[in-house]
């Protein structure tokens, strides 16, 4: 009788392992599949999460409009985030599910405040890592023939409607924003932004 004890406890220990194994196997997808189902890729356009001002966003003074915002592409470089992507112009839906879009209120590069809006959670998620940046971290822009290298100065988190962090700037930056957190409890986002400063110009 106790061998036939010991052969069942084997036999149900064995079968504990495998079952342990099968769950190892099967856990990382169960887990894909339940975030695909509680956290859909629902990423609001991180450009108009509210819309637009009616009133006219501050314009540069007469001097600085002599160089006006060209409606091209560009290409965007943050080397501590690993980060190279095509920007687009215009931060539509539609433009945005291509990825990382110009805002047409953008200054020149070498003027004002040249803004890009970038989805962090869905379409390929460009601006995923953007809050690891810190103080002093490179953003690296090539825009109209020139290269546009600037220094991070802030990393911060402000509501949705506050729409300045686009107006003009008083010396040349760069400002790029998306929305957090990731997955609100609420459904309500804000607004991540990332300004940094003009560092160096770089003609091609």
Aim: hydrophobic share 35%.
């Amino acid at each position: 009788m106790k061998q036939e004890g010991k052969s069942l406890n084997y036999r149900l220990l064995g079968s504990l392992l495998v079952l342990a194994g099968l769950f190892l196997l099967v856990y990382p997808y169960g887990q894909s599949i339940y975030q695909q189902w509680a956290y859909p890729q629902t990423d609001i356009n991180p450009a108009e999460q509210t819309p637009l001002p009616s009133e006219p966003i501050a314009m540069p003074s007469p001097a600085e409009q002599s160089r006006d915002f060209l409606p091209i592409s560009g290409r965007l470089l943050i080397p501590s985030l690993q980060l190279d992507v095509q920007v687009g112009y215009g931060v539509g839906e539609e433009d945005l599910k291509k990825g990382p879009g110009f805002y047409p209120q953008s200054g020149h590069p070498s003027l004002g405040n040249v803004s890009i809006a970038g989805h962090r959670n869905a379409y390929g998620s460009p601006f995923l890592d953007l809050n690891k940046l810190k103080p002093g971290d490179s953003i690296e822009l090539y825009y109209d023939n020139a290269h546009y290298i600037y220094s991070v100065d802030r990393v911060y988190v402000t509501h949705s409607r506050d729409w300045s962090v686009v107006n003009a700037t008083s010396e040349p930056a760069v400002t790029l924003t998306t929305c957090t957190p990731l997955h609100p409890a609420d459904g309500h986002y804000d607004r991540l932004i990332v300004r940094g400063y003009l560092h160096e110009i770089i003609l091609d």
